[in-house]
């Protein structure tokens, strides 16, 4: 999914430039206090374990397999700050060093696959962990979740930002169809992966994940038969009653998103078609020129109306959730100033 | 250790582009690239020109061509997205060898290709002159955040650690009979994946803790200063400076 140069034009590509110029401002503040003065040593390891972990392959059926993206990854694992970092380091080293991904198309590419995932995957994931029962298999559920969501979000931002700034003459219905549908297959793969990984870092060093600090049992002792809490180790937050209302705002969310989620399972036969499709495109071609129609499978009004009607209600959807999310946590971060825990949110969307 | 120790992305010589300093090469190949962006794609010999000014950029760096090819072999998913661009876009079509094709597709396809070969060359071109450790003081000269270069010159020092850890999980995971063939098996890989994680997060603990200990305060000394003469920033943007003139006469005929 990187862009090459001249993909979108040069006034969209300086602009996406700014955007992902002042994510990234703000993420270096924002890793500063998510890691300290380790920052910088830390997530270059990260980014070097990105950058690794993209090439790592995962074997889909014979022959074809996948690859991880690891925006929502990140984002779970050392935090939305370090994490849009770290994937921005790695873009902008692809970009400098291998030529994948355009030098002018720089911004697009951090504002698309490494903002958006990051961010999309994390609200997300908090908003699951919020609500699921505080169990380590939630967070789990809350990465899979998460890591589905990132990936269309990423393919929606790009199909924005090409009907508002691309070189070329394909109709905005047929981009997002195509994006959209093939990345949420991409995006049940990424899914799957960064679930299982996740799961295999909180089996072993749940303290090293992001997402699930505050999960951590306090550490209690043994005491002549009887369990002491042991000194020293702070109470987890306790939930209020309060926060009963965010609790349910987050669960409506939870059910728009799951809503979306089926829409998208239902679509996903489409999306294979339509890979499938693109694949066998010359094939398609030949057949249909002895209709001396050529290609007029592309124009069926109907199919391309359903298509569009898909894209835009993914564009909503996805919209939806990241306004509903941030709506959640602004409440949450205003009921919370008052108490700081480490484990806080301090989210600025 | 024992191949040397520049990456294998960078090709050794003495040439007047290698001993240019990084961040006069990096500002040009930005312009280049800007400039080669904002040309109208109907200006199809300005492309050429383009092409022409690439390679006698690399004629003078003495970089082979088949070198410089092969690297370009990196942009092949656009290829196969610019090929169909002719057949999904709309508006007018010719017939082209029996097949319908949209102009606008072609004119986009033209221009995703050109633009893009363009960009890839000229990045790669800048990789194969100079050292990663100086396209990273290159960048902290054009004033990119120091923490950035920071963590971008600890990715690049430690990539290749990490791959070849990932490597030798592999070469473990094969000799105890694995063999991963299909979705049943990404279990195994995700947990090798989250064990690579945990072990280059301890990694980076233990070099932050190395640091400390050797004094690191939060930023890094800066030993060797690279500054450039006008001598060598006007050399280094002859390039964007060329291509300039071939993009105002392409607007303009």
Same mark, same amino acid.
């Given at each position: 999914?990187?862009?090459?140069?001249?993909?979108?034009?040069?006034?969209?590509?300086?602009?996406?430039?700014?955007?992902?110029?002042?994510?990234?401002?703000?993420?270096?503040?924002?890793?500063?206090?998510?890691?300290?003065?380790?920052?910088? %040593?830390?997530?270059?390891?990260?980014?070097? @374990?990105?950058?690794?972990?993209?090439?790592?392959?995962?074997?889909?059926?014979?022959?074809?397999?996948?690859?991880?993206?690891?925006?929502?990854?990140?984002?779970? *694992?050392?935090?939305?700050?370090?994490?849009?970092?770290?994937?921005?380091?790695?873009?902008?080293?692809?970009?400098?060093? @291998?030529?994948?991904?355009?030098?002018?198309?720089?911004?697009?590419?951090?504002?698309?696959?490494?903002?958006?995932?990051?961010?999309?995957?994390?609200?997300?994931?908090?908003?699951?962990?919020?609500?699921?029962?505080?169990?380590?298999?939630?967070?789990?559920?809350?990465?899979?979740?998460?890591?589905?969501?990132?990936?269309?979000?990423?393919?929606?931002?790009?199909?924005?930002?090409?009907?508002?700034?691309?070189?070329?003459?394909?109709?905005?219905?047929?981009?997002?169809?195509?994006?959209?549908?093939?990345?949420?297959?991409?995006?049940?793969?990424?899914?799957?992966?960064?679930?299982?990984?996740?799961?295999?870092?909180?089996?072993?060093?749940?303290?090293?994940?992001?997402?699930?600090?505050?999960?951590?049992?306090?550490?209690?002792?043994?005491?002549?038969?009887? *369990?002491?809490?042991?000194?020293?180790?702070?109470?987890?937050?306790?939930?209020?009653?309060?926060?009963?209302?965010?609790?349910?705002?987050?669960?409506?969310?939870?059910?728009?998103?799951?809503? @979306?989620?089926?829409?998208?399972?239902?679509?996903?036969?489409?999306?294979?078609?339509?890979?499938?499709?693109?694949?066998?495109?010359?094939?398609?071609?030949?057949?249909?020129?002895?209709?001396?129609?050529? +290609?007029?499978?592309?124009?069926?009004?109907?199919?391309?109306?359903?298509?569009?009607?898909?894209? #835009?209600?993914?564009?909503?959807?996805?919209?939806?959730?990241?306004?509903?999310?941030?709506?959640?946590?602004?409440?949450?971060?205003?009921?919370?100033?008052?108490?700081?825990?480490?484990?806080?949110?301090?989210?600025?969307? | 250790?024992?191949?040397?120790?520049?990456?294998?992305?960078?090709?050794?010589?003495?040439?007047?582009?290698?001993?240019?300093?990084?961040?006069?090469?990096?500002?040009?190949?930005?312009?280049?690239?800007?400039?080669?962006?904002?040309? %109208?794609?109907?200006?199809?010999?300005? @492309?050429?020109?383009?092409?022409?000014?690439?390679? /006698?950029?690399?004629?003078?760096?003495?970089?082979?061509?088949?070198?410089?090819?092969?690297?370009?072999?990196?942009?092949?998913?656009?290829?196969?997205?610019?090929?169909?661009?002719?057949?999904?876009?709309?508006?007018?079509?010719?017939?082209?060898?029996?097949?319908?094709?949209?102009?606008?597709?072609?004119?986009?396809?033209?221009?995703?290709? /050109?633009?893009?070969?363009?960009?890839?060359?000229?990045?790669?071109?800048? /990789?194969?002159?100079?050292?990663?450790?100086?396209?990273?003081?290159?960048?902290?000269?054009?004033?990119? %955040?120091?923490?950035?270069?920071?963590?971008?010159?600890?990715?690049?020092?430690?990539?290749?650690?990490?791959?070849?850890?990932?490597?030798?999980?592999?070469?473990?995971?094969?000799?105890?009979?694995?063999?991963?063939?299909?979705?049943?098996?990404?279990?195994? +890989?995700?947990?090798?994946?989250?064990?690579?994680?945990?072990?280059?997060?301890?990694?980076?603990?233990?070099?932050?803790?190395?640091?400390?200990?050797?004094?690191?305060?939060?930023?890094?000394?800066?030993?060797?200063?690279?500054?450039?003469?006008?001598?060598?920033?006007?050399?280094? #943007?002859?390039?964007?400076?060329? /291509?300039?003139?071939?993009?105002?006469?392409?607007?303009?005929?």
């Amino acid at each position: 999914m990187h862009v090459p140069d001249g993909f979108i034009n040069a006034p969209v590509s300086a602009a996406a430039g700014v955007v992902a110029a002042g994510a990234v401002a703000v993420s270096l503040r924002g890793a500063r206090r998510e890691l300290d003065e380790r920052t910088a %040593p830390l997530a270059g390891l990260v980014a070097a @374990f990105i950058f690794a972990v993209q090439m790592l392959n995962f074997p889909v059926a014979a022959g074809t397999s996948g690859h991880l993206l690891g925006g929502a990854l990140a984002a779970i *694992l050392v935090g939305p700050y370090t994490g849009v970092l770290c994937v921005s380091v790695v873009l902008l080293m692809q970009g400098v060093l @291998f030529a994948d991904g355009g030098l002018t198309a720089l911004g697009v590419n951090i504002t698309d696959m490494a903002i958006t995932t990051t961010v999309v995957a994390y609200l997300v994931f908090r908003v699951l962990v919020k609500v699921l029962p505080r169990k380590r298999s939630s967070v789990t559920a809350a990465s899979f979740v998460a890591a589905l969501l990132s990936v269309p979000a990423a393919a929606v931002v790009f199909t924005l930002i090409y009907a508002i700034g691309g070189t070329t003459d394909v109709s905005i219905g047929k981009v997002a169809t195509a994006m959209v549908g093939v990345h949420v297959l991409i995006g049940i793969g990424e899914a799957v992966i960064t679930a299982l990984t996740v799961g295999a870092v909180v089996a072993v060093r749940p303290d090293l994940v992001y997402g699930a600090r505050g999960l951590n049992r306090p550490l209690k002792l043994r005491v002549g038969g009887e *369990l002491v809490d042991a000194a020293g180790t702070p109470a987890p937050a306790a939930v209020r009653g309060s926060q009963r209302k965010v609790w349910l705002t987050g669960l409506v969310t939870s059910l728009v998103l799951a809503g @979306f989620v089926s829409f998208y399972a239902s679509a996903h036969p489409d999306g294979l078609e339509k890979v499938a499709h693109d694949k066998g495109i010359d094939a398609k071609a030949r057949k249909h020129a002895s209709d001396g129609s050529p +290609l007029a499978g592309y124009g069926v009004k109907d199919v391309s109306d359903a298509r569009l009607s898909g894209g #835009l209600a993914g564009v909503i959807g996805v919209g939806v959730t990241v306004v509903a999310g941030s709506g959640v946590f602004w409440v949450v971060r205003r009921r919370r100033t008052a108490d700081t825990s480490p484990s806080q949110l301090t989210e600025t969307v | 250790m024992g191949a040397g120790h520049a990456h294998r992305l960078y090709r050794h010589g003495h040439s007047p582009v290698h001993t240019l300093p990084p961040h006069t090469k990096l500002a040009a190949v930005l312009c280049f690239v800007i400039v080669v962006v904002s040309t %109208p794609r109907e200006a199809m010999w300005a @492309f050429a020109l383009y092409a022409a000014l690439l390679a /006698a950029v690399a004629y003078a760096a003495r970089v082979p061509a088949a070198f410089l090819l092969k690297r370009l072999l990196i942009e092949i998913p656009f290829v196969a997205f610019a090929v169909l661009m002719p057949f999904v876009a709309q508006g007018e079509r010719v017939d082209v060898l029996g097949m319908s094709l949209s102009v606008n597709g072609l004119w986009g396809a033209w221009n995703v290709l /050109a633009k893009g070969t363009l960009g890839v060359a000229a990045s790669v071109l800048l /990789a194969s002159t100079t050292e990663l450790r100086e396209l990273l003081l290159g960048l902290q000269r054009l004033k990119l %955040p120091p923490l950035l270069v920071q963590i971008a010159s600890f990715m690049i020092r430690y990539g290749d650690v990490i791959t070849d850890e990932m490597r030798r999980m592999k070469i473990a995971r094969e000799s105890r009979g694995f063999e991963a063939s299909g979705v049943r098996h990404w279990g195994v +890989l995700a947990k090798s994946a989250g064990a690579l994680f945990i072990r280059s997060y301890e990694r980076g603990e233990r070099v932050h803790l190395a640091m400390v200990s050797r004094g690191y305060a939060g930023s890094m000394p800066v030993i060797d200063d690279v500054s450039a003469s006008r001598a060598q920033w006007s050399y280094a #943007l002859t390039l964007p400076c060329a /291509a300039l003139v071939v993009c105002l006469l392409g607007w303009v005929l």
